[in-house]
């Protein structure tokens, strides 16, 4: 009998991932999980637990490298409406982990309610983004949260509040193994105005990051305040190549898979950046991208 008796509208064998990440590449993940609900969802986490199966979370993959092998366990994608829900309460907007960040900022903006606009042209789902503090130079996706739901291993659903919670710099201290939801806490403002900002922060993305290529956003953490890109660049590695895999001429902290990119060609490439930043500059570089 298979583990996921019970689940089989849920489960599927041998998805490719590839189709799923930004970068387009990447193998099949050996069971591809897509809850109907939360009690679904709480269900089948505690029946991988008990048969000893790894567990991943899926979001948009915009932050994500999967091998070539693919993934030898579960991927749970909470893909479905149940979490996807906004809620608008007042200033506050409780949003599931499923949503997609930059449809919550349009909504936000049209109610003229500000805070999250510092996300624009970050793509990512809620859960996704708060898992990893998302932000930039206009800052985090941290700084708005009131709470967050999350579900433990055993099934169990808990809220934390704000004042339990730490976010630093693409980091926060978020263990449990599903995000369901959030709540932020808002201002209030001019549609028009928060509009217009969201605008402004799009555009400069669009003028200096290779948002039309496949990548995954910024491939390596700031180290102690200097830029990474700042340093691949002068390390005069843009445009550096392996295989299909090459270190943007746009932006020296982002990977572009070109057409025929392998996993392998990203993972190589990100080893001799490291490398090569290293002997110039003995900083040793952190990756941002979470590697599977």
């Excluded at 064998?13 to 099949?28: C, M, Q």
């Excluded at 809850?35 to 979370?57: F, G, H, S």
């Excluded at 409406?81 to 919550?104: C, H, M, P, W, Y």
């Amino acid at each position: 009998m298979n583990w996921y008796a019970g689940f089989e509208s849920a489960v599927t064998e041998n998805v490719p991932l590839a189709p799923k990440t930004w970068f387009n590449v990447g193998g099949p993940a050996r069971y591809f999980v897509e809850p109907e609900d939360v009690a679904q969802a709480a269900a089948i986490l505690l029946r991988l637990r008990e048969n000893d199966i790894p567990i991943y979370v899926l979001g948009s993959g915009a932050n994500l490298l999967i091998s070539d092998d693919g993934v030898n366990g579960a991927v749970i994608h909470p893909s479905h409406s149940a979490f996807k829900t906004i809620e608008f309460q007042g200033r506050n907007v409780a949003a599931g982990a499923g949503t997609d960040v930059q449809q919550l900022i349009r909504q936000c903006a049209h109610k003229g309610l500000s805070g999250l606009e510092c996300l624009a042209g970050i793509p990512g789902t809620v859960g996704g983004e708060i898992r990893m503090n998302a932000g930039g130079a206009f800052g985090d996706i941290g700084s708005q949260v009131l709470d967050v739901t999350v579900m433990d291993l055993n099934g169990q659903s808990y809220t934390r509040q704000r004042d339990d919670l730490v976010f630093e710099y693409r980091h926060s201290n978020i263990t449990a193994k599903l995000i369901l939801a959030a709540t932020f806490e808002l201002i209030p403002d001019d549609p028009n105005r928060i509009a217009e900002k969201v605008k402004e922060i799009w555009m400069f993305k669009r003028n200096s990051q290779p948002l039309a290529e496949n990548n995954a956003g910024c491939i390596f953490k700031n180290s102690n305040g200097t830029s990474a890109g700042q340093l691949i660049d002068k390390t005069g590695l843009k445009g550096l190549r392996i295989g299909g895999a090459e270190v943007s001429t746009r932006h020296a902290n982002f990977i572009v898979a070109k057409p025929g990119c392998k996993a392998a060609d990203i993972q190589a490439l990100i080893a001799q950046v490291r490398k090569r930043v290293q002997e110039k500059f003995a900083v040793i570089l952190e990756t941002e991208v979470v590697i599977w």
